[in-house]
């Protein structure tokens, strides 16, 4: 283009990754030095451009940039050294993959002419994370690299989002080579995701929709991803066709909670009218979900008498567990767009009394109240914590991450979550140690926001080591510990599943949260009476600085309703009905043998 | 208590396949490119799914473009989840099942064919005889000394599983097949 182009093309590819980030909109990045990445390291400190952000164990950077992805739309990016250090990316890549979230992850290797030889800090990088990308590539050539690397950007956030690895050779960082920019570099010809809805197959789908008398949308995760215009289409839809709406854990917050067709998150801790509704319905729209074992419940006797519409960008969740009738392949939001536009141009929109009656049901099982909880004057109910903690953030700009366990569960149950993009936990694969890296990466992004991870006692102990992290880049935090000195749900499990034989699942050995988060310099809060709980929830609102909360609740508070393994959707335990004899019982032999 | 139980290898649900298991030829046009056939083996293994017979090839060198045959089996409902797996790997091109076109056309089957080479050493009469059932069979001698022969046949696989039946008993020392190649009848390709 110019005469200064070549010179200026020319560079080593430690400076082609900063210069390809840097094209590719990247403003942080979450990583851990070491050996293999130490040329990219320095680059780093030699520009501005783009902050790093230092955390404490590479699980941490990897869930940090998943929360930073899901929280903005953009790509998280991840830094992390040869053997160990991709090693230890194995768990967020998985569940990033699980949950269709873009992260690009650059790897160090050892250079090309150790590789094979076991070399110090060498592992199978490409081969280790195969089966947990999208896509990952070993750079054995630097002219390769920038291409490489836009590709790596294009992969992760098109089509169904995901993380890719980028394996960066130590000899190939110190090489001279040429950079391309993105807008020149060659896309993989074999690599088109569909994005565009068939037209015949949204009109049929429309058709049938209109002449539902028993119809439920069922959302999920693939509507956050699809963008905020996605979550607007889905509320427009829902106001044009009046129908009931629920959804998966991953898809909270597209439709508001506060929304008069609100249902409740479904599933296997959904609510009494999702799960009702799913079953009973004859008319079932999926859209962006993937018929999930936590959603469906026993196969063979999920929604048995519904016609079913099912959009997902990608054809291989198409009849993957359950077969349906109207298969629509492309990007939510362009498929919604077509859907809100047939619908209204139908010649005859349905009138509301045919709904009427369905409207009826969902009314008399939301009377059930399928969440309820005896609550205390003397211990802090779980729910009730999280009642208080909700009604104390409202009118902020509150982002919401977790841990896995029943503290999640509970959290997607009461929160509440009125907008898409505030709502960060771990679904598919489940990771303990999610939601603390996950609220920093949240906090980077949104550094004037409340940023709290509801955790678990158990949980939080498994990516504490970030609390360092959240010092040093003046993350606040908030830290909110269900504290019942349990692994609750797998205590809830043996007590449904294994005669109450509590094995491993106590705790005996528990930190003292407060001084350990002294002890990182964060402050530390301690709550034990339900009268003091609204207090000390406004104080730790208030601290402008990582609060670590020790909030100490009913320890064996169990999790319902729940839908017990091998089970079906009418087939809920409602917490009414949990008495001791229910829950010993709730699951058969055969069912004793799931998971 | 239910340790003698055997383990469903499903999560959360019991289902009993009824479906009729099918054997499918697939035909995977593939970017020649590192780890791709690493990719395709994964994600057989990965997701439990079977391998009969896979081959894998480059076939037009300027375009850096590899045709992978696999001959699977399962219910159609997994052959179609195959399928669109095998469609998500970045340098896959097209996924074709060899098998479904068929019947699209009219046809019963692709036209499938194996090549082997077998090793039989003997003497005297079932030297003789080995030489025989090798012209019945159309198979080449590619390799002798006064003690052996390497026959090279080329056929269907039921026709290689026949040949090296028959020549058992003469001295069959060892069999190397390629595994399938296969492609539709007619003029369009795939």
Known sequence: MTDTADNGNRMTGAEIVLRALKDNGVEHIFGYPGGAVLPIYDEIFQQEDIQHILVRHEQGAGHAAEGYARSTGKVGVMLVTSGPGATNAVTPLQDALMDSIPLVCLTGQVPTTLIGSDAFQEADTVGITRPCTKHNWLVKNVDELAGIIHEAFRIAQSGRPGPVVVDIPKDIQFATGTYVAPSEATASKSYKPKVNGDLNAI??????????????????????????????????????????????LMGLGAYPASGKNWLGMLGMHGSYEANLAMHDCDVMVCIGARF??????????????????????????????????????????????????????LPKKPEKAQTADWWASVETWRAKKSFSYKNSNDVIMPQYALERLAEATKGRDTYITTEVGQHQMWAAQFFGFEEPNHW?????????????????????????????????????????????????????????????????????????????????????????????????GAVGMYCDDPKELDGKIAEMIAVNAPVIFDCRVANLANCFPMIPSGKAHNEMLLPEDATDDAVATAIDAKGRQLV | MNAHQQPTGSAYFISQETAKVESHTLSVLVSNEPGVLARVIGLFSGRGYNIESLTVSETEHESHLSRITIVTNGTPLVLEQIKAQLERIVPVFRVVDLTVRAGQLGQERPIEREVALIKVAGNGESRAEALRLADAFQAKVVDATVGHFIFEITGKSSKIDQFVAVVKPLGLIEVCRTGIAAMNRGPQGM
């Not at chain 1, 427009?236 to 066709?241: F, G, Q, R, S, Y």
């Not at chain 1, 609750?488 to 094995?503: K, T």
């Open chain 1, 203 to 248: 009109q049929a789908a429309v058709e049938l929709m209109a002449t539902a008398r028993r119809p439920v949308l069922y959302t999920g995760g693939g509507v956050i991803n699809a963008g905020p215009e996605a979550s607007q289409l889905l509320r427009e839809l829902v106001e044009l066709t009046n129908f009931p709406i629920t959804s998966t």
């Open chain 1, 424 to 520: 960060m936990t771990s679904g598919g694969l489940g990771t303990m140690g999610y939601g603390l890296p996950a609220a920093l990466g949240v906090q980077v992004a949104h550094p004037e926001a409340l940023v709290i991870d509801i955790a678990g006692d158990a949980s939080i102990q498994m990516c504490i080591q970030e609390m360092s992290c959240a010092i040093q880049h003046n993350l606040p935090v908030k830290i909110f510990i269900l504290n019942n000195q349990y692994m609750g749900m797998v205590r809830q499990w043996q007590q449904l599943l294994h005669g109450n034989r509590l094995s491993n699942s106590y705790t005996e050995a528990m930190p003292d949260f407060v001084k350990l988060a002294e002890a990182y």
């Open chain 1, 292 to 345: 999930d074992d936590r959603i469906t419940g026993r196969l063979n006797a999920f929604s048995p008498n519904s016609r079913k519409v099912h959009i997902d960008i990608d054809p291989s969740s198409i009849n993957k567990n359950v077969r349906v009738d109207i298969p629509i392949i492309g990007d939510v939001g362009h498929v919604l767009e077509d859907m809100v536009r047939l619908w209204r141009a």
